[in-house]
């Protein structure tokens, strides 16, 4: 017989397994905010402030779609004032138990599941499934900051003032940021913009953009590319006379790596697709503004940056 446990349930069956866990970084003071995704908690820190403490549950480099919980994930999980995930199939099992948690008394909150059905990729007609990485449009993830920024007013009104002047800091720099990304891809040649990726992480990326995005495997990692994917893929490249290949910080490389030198493509550079990059890892704008890649902001300009001087170098 099935068992369905809850998320309440899930914290007493691995604290028994592991023994207490204590988490001492935690802020008496402050409602504890607690995100899945690298991304979304960036956004909650650059909303939040200092009005809240926010904890990612994937660090940099994470894998979303094949994450599994630990111990001391569900421990922070029952710890916290608000619960963000991401949803639309991202974290994959992980989203399912926040989902299915009936027991739980702080209702998990999505941003990216108010998007509006018309604004959102999905993979076929056939089975409708959504393509998650919708942070690549800054359009959406400005709309996914603004529904955060509801979300945190409400179960926190005291500071709604403050969320609220935090949120207008955090528009403005996505604006900036659109702009000056726009300005650069305008510099590569338009028979140039074809970005080939590890996984079909940049499909929101290319449509706002304006670049064509051709993926190895498809959007879910957990999905191995077969051969007939591999010879696909590699049909293309050569079609496109070895263009730049990018590799991901969160998927692995070697796939991406054979195909390279069988092909004579270069290997372009590394994105940050599924994971946000290392907080002591900088990026910096032509126009000198300077961003941690453990930001929205700096993952998009060390992307942008990456594409272009590949792009440009391409045969």
């Given amino acids: 017989?099935?068992?369905?446990?809850?998320?309440?349930?899930?914290?007493?069956?691995?604290?028994?397994?592991?023994?207490?866990?204590?988490?001492?970084?935690?802020?008496?003071?402050?409602?504890?905010?607690?995100?899945?995704?690298?991304?979304?908690?960036?956004?909650?820190?650059?909303?939040?402030g200092q009005s809240v403490q926010v904890e990612a549950l994937m660090k940099p480099g994470v894998d979303p779609h094949s994450y599994r919980a630990t111990a001391h994930d569900?421990?922070?999980?029952?710890?916290?004032?608000?619960?963000?995930?991401?949803?639309?199939?991202?974290?994959?099992?992980?989203?399912?138990?926040?989902?299915?948690?009936?027991?739980?008394?702080?209702?998990?909150?999505?941003?990216?599941?108010l998007i509006a059905?018309?604004?959102?990729?999905?993979?076929?007609?056939?089975?409708?499934?959504?393509?998650?990485?919708?942070?690549?449009?800054?359009?959406?993830?400005?709309?996914?900051?603004?529904?955060i920024r509801d979300q945190l007013?409400?179960?926190?009104?005291?500071?709604?003032?403050?969320?609220?002047?935090?949120?207008?800091?955090?528009?403005?720099?996505?604006?900036?940021?659109?702009?000056?990304?726009?300005?650069?891809?305008g510099q590569i040649p338009k028979d140039k913009r074809v970005l080939i990726t590890s996984h079909d992480a940049f499909q929101y990326f290319g449509k706002y953009f304006q670049i064509e995005v051709v993926a190895l495997q498809g959007i879910n990692t957990n999905v191995e590319a077969g051969l007939s994917d591999r010879a696909r893929f590699t049909s293309i490249i050569r079609k496109y006379q070895c263009p730049a290949l990018f590799v991901e910080s969160s998927v692995n490389p070697k796939a991406l790596q054979e195909i390279a030198r069988e092909t004579g493509a270069i290997i372009g550079g590394t994105l940050f697709s599924d994971a946000l990059g290392p907080v002591e890892q900088w990026a910096i704008t032509t126009s000198g503004k300077k961003y941690s890649t453990g930001t929205w902001q700096g993952m998009m300009i060390h992307n942008i940056q990456t594409i272009e001087v590949a792009l440009k170098k391409a045969r």
């Fill in 117 to 147: 059905k018309n604004e959102l990729i999905f993979t076929s007609e056939e089975n409708s499934l959504v393509d998650p990485h919708l942070w690549f449009s800054p359009k959406l993830w400005g709309e996914c900051g603004l529904h």
């Fill in 1 to 48: 017989m099935l068992k369905i446990f809850s998320l309440t349930s899930m914290v007493l069956l691995l604290m028994s397994c592991s023994g207490p866990e204590t988490i001492d970084s935690l802020d008496s003071e402050r409602p504890v905010v607690v995100a899945t995704t690298t991304h979304l908690a960036d956004l909650a820190r650059q909303i939040g």
């Fill in 74 to 113: 569900i421990t922070l999980l029952h710890r916290a004032d608000l619960i963000l995930y991401h949803g639309l199939s991202l974290e994959g099992k992980l989203s399912r138990l926040l989902e299915g948690d009936p027991a739980n008394e702080r209702t998990p909150f999505s941003p990216c599941k």
């Fill in 153 to 185: 007013c409400q179960t926190f009104p005291d500071q709604a003032e403050q969320f609220q002047a935090n949120f207008l800091v955090f528009e403005k720099s996505l604006q900036e940021i659109d702009q000056w990304a726009k300005a650069v891809i």
